[in-house]
């Protein structure tokens, strides 16, 4: 938007409107007074709950650029990033650059420019929940909000999984990640395959940009779009998260990130790192493990697949103790399901993520998890296989249970090993 200097000062000399803001900035000693910091949050969340913008800092309400001291740059930026993150709920991560403009004497002026995308989620600021109306912003009735809510949350009427992200381009989805969904009976051009996949979306601006399933499933880092999209590890040393005496209470923590089927697969490599395995001399040799690892393979699947990623702020929990494995998954459960019918019944709140899931394939030598070929099975059979097979190797079934009614807990207890 407003991509090169020309055309901002175009804009600037044109003023305010749905897309651009203007602020002039003003200190007092090392401080800044002006914008006021709740009056530039509200502005700039008002831009993210709307179709993003910009925000110009050094230019005032007569569309003068008076710019910012060069002394001075480091405290203003400083000053709108630390508001992103304090004023903001969830905080915002704008492209804040510095460049110069000229003034309207023709001398060149140092200015601050905030670049505000449109937002995968709605965001609070100290005036409430506001939006853009032209070149004001305004709170939003209640209809509106909600209808927003449904648009960029969980009771969606676009499911998030299929919501383009702002700021992604093509370019950031690895082709050794997406052409492993491609047929190679049909030559289709990137976009075409990757609107397919429903990898990629347009946008209301009509650009083609990676979606939530494509940057989950074909970037090394999905983190940079999603901040908690990963799953962290923790192997504690007994039964409580706590430490007994002087003893260090963890043995091992991990923040798992990649791809979902990398995570997947490096979450069983912590599991099975850090669990205990004793020799069983019953009928010939052989090991058993505290976890069935075909049972924590499901387990896993089964969190990435179902979590709710529109809640910001909520990652994956996967925590190890000497008596049981605990794996908290974000989001209640969807439709109509209760904990008691998950083993009966089926169903996908991010359904283009579990499509792909079902078509992407195990390397042969991590098969061994689950004995099939994809990383998922779309029959709903896993939460049957983890009770089935935990109680086989434990002799108790596992728990699920809702944890404040805002995330999934499964307990799978250990078998209790000899010696």
Known sequence: MFDNPVDLIEKIRLGEDTFL???EVRFAGSKVTAPHRDSLADELAALANSRGGVCVLGVDDSREVLGIALDRLDAVEDFVREICVSSITPPLAPVIERLNLPSSTGEMQAVIRVDVARSLFVHRSPGGYLHRVGSAKREMAPEYLARLFQQRSQARIIRFDEQPVPGATLDDLQPVLWQ??????????REVLLDKLAMARQDTDGVLRPTITGV??????????LPNAFIQAVAYRGTEIWPQGDQAYQ???QDITGPLDQQVLAACHFVRKNMRVAASKQEGRHDVP???LTAVFEAVVNAVAHRDYAIY????????????????SPGMIPNTMTVESLP???????EEITSLLAKCGLPESERGFSGRSAMMDKRGEGVQIILDLTEKLAGVRPTYRLVDESELLLVIPAATLAG
């Open 251 to 253: 043995l091992d923590a």
């Open 344 to 350: 009966y019944r089926q169903a996908a709140r991010n």
């Open 290 to 292: 505290q976890f069935d």
């Open 21 to 23: 803001e203007l602020k």
């Open 216 to 225: 989950l499933m074909a970037t090394q880092d999905p983190r940079r779009w």
């Open 313 to 328: 702020g909520a990652k994956i929990r996967l925590r190890l103790f000497a008596d049981r494995l605990e794996l908290y």
């Open 180 to 189: 492993r969904f491609a047929s190679s009976r049909v030559n289709e051009s």
